[in-house]
């Protein structure tokens, strides 16, 4: 991790010189590291619902192809082609953001580690921030409970966002719903122990995670909508020419 850790420890200090407080200077990094991960998350959920949109067709592939499943991945693929729709791209961005994140946690579990000795940084996560006497110590209760409840309503949100539309109650969706309290509980249970310094990061970054499931929802709704005026335009559109045959037929006749 500290090839990641190293890095990011320096941009902390840089943060640190420019603002002179250890405990803003995490704030600042949680908002940069976030919004520099958005588009990637973004990514992913419009994937999602991507997937969502092509159900009906993927569906009816399966059904038409079950016995042949190399004509089944020919259609599917053909079907991802017109829709422009990558299936590793709902992955990709988790796979980028895994070590971003646990070289933040190796960084803030122990900043001196990745971090020029005998420069101001050597003391400055032993500040005291708000009503945290020393950010390099665990807050009992005050942080804990804001990373818990954050975390809860993030991952309920990133779970009602990633459901398929239609989706059948199954296995994932049960480990959904046993996660969605045990993550939470979990992450208040770790961060009683976690310097505060650490505790900041993860319920800031959660909060900011709920602002962008927000504005994703919004997205996500005006996709929906194009895609509902789409296949009403391509409804409509067979009518007319079912009608314009029928007329034809009528004519002949």
């Not at 949680?30 to 520099?36: E, H, L, N, Q, W």
């Not at 067709?57 to 991802?80: F, G, H, L, S």
Request: hydrophobic share 45%; with cysteine.
């Amino acid at each position: 991790m500290g090839i990641i850790a190293k890095p990011i420890g320096y941009f902390l200090m840089l943060i640190y010189k420019l603002v002179g407080n250890y405990g803003i200077s995490l704030i600042i990094l949680t908002v940069i590291v976030k919004v520099a991960l958005y588009p990637m998350y973004a990514k992913q959920i419009k994937s999602t619902a991507n997937l969502g949109d092509m159900s009906e067709k993927t569906k009816d592939i399966q059904r038409r192809y079950a016995d042949d499943k190399e004509k089944m991945n020919e259609e599917m693929q053909k079907v991802y082609a017109e829709s422009g729709f990558n299936p590793m791209s709902g992955c990709l961005p988790m796979l980028i953001q895994f070590p971003i994140i646990m070289g933040l946690f190796a960084l803030l579990r122990n900043p001196m580690k990745y971090m020029p000795a005998g420069s101001e940084m050597m003391f400055a996560n032993h500040e005291a921030f708000l009503w945290i006497k020393d950010l390099a110590q665990p807050d009992i209760w005050v942080l804990p409970l804001a990373a818990g409840i954050a975390t809860f309503f993030a991952f309920s949100m990133n779970s009602a966002m990633t459901q398929q539309p239609g989706a059948s109650p199954g296995q994932n969706q049960a480990m959904n719903a046993v996660m969605k309290y045990f993550f939470p509980i979990s992450i208040l249970w770790l961060a009683r122990s976690y310097p505060a310094g650490l505790a900041i990061y993860w319920a800031g970054g959660q909060f900011m995670q709920i602002f962008f499931n927000l504005r994703i929802n919004k997205i996500k709704d005006k996709m929906k909508e194009e895609s509902d005026r789409r296949k009403l335009t391509a409804k409509a559109e067979k009518e007319i020419a079912r009608k314009r045959r029928a007329r034809m037929k009528g004519s002949y006749n």
